[in-house]
């Protein structure tokens, strides 16, 4: 490809290599995806073929089949969107600027919970599909194991 002084060189889109490594994202992610439980994979919204090659790449313990599937997941990858996937995989794993503020959220009312029986009501107002007899059956079960210094098992559920 030649230059004169006034010209710039044409763009031709992404390199080969960059290429490449799109494709080599893609299948890492799909291969994220294969590593997920069945029951995690189905609250991920995706295409009923890709969740058919995952589904099908979990199956196969043959090295070399698993890496043809592994393939045949990254090219089926090329017609979707990763963002969406990609997101939900965040969210899973508690990646995300989302499941944090939930989680820290939780964690502040579980701590109010604790402190004050009092905060159930605002409990019941924030989710009324909330099993609050069953949380404050845990509450007191938490309390009993702090006081009987045992590990804080009810406290995390």
């Known amino acids: 490809m030649e230059e004169t002084d006034n010209e710039l060189p044409e763009y031709r889109g992404p390199s080969k290599s960059q290429l490449k490594r799109e494709m080599t994202a893609l299948q890492e992610l799909g291969e994220e995806l294969v590593g997920l439980s069945?029951?995690?994979?189905?609250?991920?919204d995706m295409p009923e073929r890709l969740r058919d090659a995952i589904l099908d790449a979990q199956r196969i313990t043959k090295h070399?089949?698993?890496?043809?599937?592994?393939?045949?997941?990254?090219?089926?990858?090329r017609d979707v969107d990763a963002g969406p996937l990609r997101e939900a995989l965040d969210e899973?794993?508690?990646?995300?600027?989302?499941?944090?503020?939930?989680?820290?959220?939780?964690?502040?009312?579980?701590t109010r919970?604790?402190?004050?029986?009092?905060a159930f009501g605002d409990l019941a107002r924030e989710f009324p599909a909330a099993d609050i007899q069953h949380l404050r059956q845990?509450?007191?079960?938490?309390?009993?194991?702090?006081?009987?210094?045992?590990?804080?098992?009810?406290?995390?559920?």
């Open 38 to 44: 069945r029951e995690r994979l189905a609250k991920i």
């Open 64 to 77: 070399e089949a698993r890496r043809r599937q592994m393939q045949y997941i990254g090219k089926i990858m």
């Open 113 to 118: 919970l604790m402190e004050d029986e009092a």
């Open 138 to 157: 845990l509450r007191r079960n938490a309390l009993r194991e702090a006081e009987q210094g045992r590990p804080p098992r009810a406290y995390r559920e």
């Open 92 to 110: 899973l794993k508690g990646l995300s600027a989302a499941a944090n503020a939930r989680q820290h959220h939780l964690e502040n009312l579980r």
